[in-house]
């Protein structure tokens, strides 16, 4: 036969397999949270010998198809391999919010609540539940733990100052009490507040006042200060002073009176004697 001592030769057309292997696998949710090695593996029907792609790392974040080089067998049948990764490294942000501005000083002047709102760059995650800010002073807030999908967790934290007590005045004097018409009289307040700084004084004559829009005061090293002079006709003033803390509370009005003489013998003049007084 002019066949006879001729062999067949199969042909391979199959390609090799090219399989990923992960330097650590995800979590239940499907992800990872540190960078990821990829090694390959080749698998092929006749050929044995056929060289495995090069490693690659997954370390972009979010949802990514990782691709190898071409293994081929000694038939040149070429194949790749892939997998798929989601590598989310950063944790999730927290941020407390309490609805309302603070004063001009920095200071809240009633209880608050903070309410927290969570953000993450590739995976939703549910804010955490409200805190309740009531403590007087400086204080920092914490929220509770939160994790995204990938496991990375964080909380969230909010610095809050709260002053909720009203500031009192303990003394109110002048320095001549009676005085003349042409003579200056200093009044002097001095006041206090368990938690904030006195921050602001005010005076009115007589009535109620009108808080917050009466008669600045100077205000230095916790005393409040102003002077009256000659543009006080004689008589009795009715005078009251309010302090304001930094969280924005006014104190009550304490009042004293101030007497006012013409320059004429016979009156004596004292800083501390007073005609009378009414405190409130």
């Not at 057309?13 to 650590?24: I, N």
């Not at 391999?81 to 989310?88: E, M, N, P, R």
């Not at 760059?121 to 955490?128: D, E, T, Y």
Request: aromatic share 8%.
């Amino acid at each position: 036969d002019a066949c006879d001592g001729i062999v067949d030769v199969p042909t391979d057309t199959t390609p090799p397999v090219v399989t990923p292997h992960l330097s650590a696998e995800p979590n239940s949710n499907g992800w990872h949270r540190d960078n990821v090695t990829i090694t390959w593996s080749v698998a092929d029907d006749v050929d044995t010998g056929i060289a495995a792609p090069a490693s690659m790392v997954a370390q972009t974040e979010g949802k990514h198809t990782y691709t190898s080089e071409q293994a081929c067998d000694a038939a040149g049948n070429c194949a790749t391999g892939s997998v798929t990764i989601k590598l989310d490294k950063t944790a999730p942000t927290v941020m407390g919010s309490v609805g309302e501005e603070p004063s001009s000083y920095g200071w809240y002047g009633e209880p608050l609540t903070v309410t927290w709102d969570a953000q993450d760059n590739l995976s939703q995650v549910i804010a955490p539940a409200t805190t309740p800010a009531a403590l007087e002073g400086e204080h920092v807030y914490t929220s509770n733990e939160i994790c995204d999908a990938a496991g990375n967790c964080s909380t969230g934290s909010r610095l809050l100052k709260i002053d909720t007590s009203i500031p009192v005045i303990n003394a109110l004097t002048f320095s001549k009490n009676p005085k003349s018409i042409s003579d200056v009289s200093t009044m002097l307040a001095t006041s206090s507040d368990t938690v904030s700084n006195i921050v602001r004084a005010q005076y009115f004559i007589g009535d109620t006042g009108n808080v917050g829009q009466d008669a600045d005061m100077v205000f230095a090293d916790g005393t409040a200060t102003t002077d009256f002079g000659t543009d006080f006709g004689t008589g009795v003033y009715d005078i009251s002073v309010r302090v304001m803390d930094a969280a924005g509370h006014w104190s009550e009005p304490y009042s004293d009176y101030l007497a006012v003489y013409e320059n004429w013998s016979g009156v004596g003049e004292s800083g501390s004697g007073k005609i009378g007084s009414v405190k409130s």
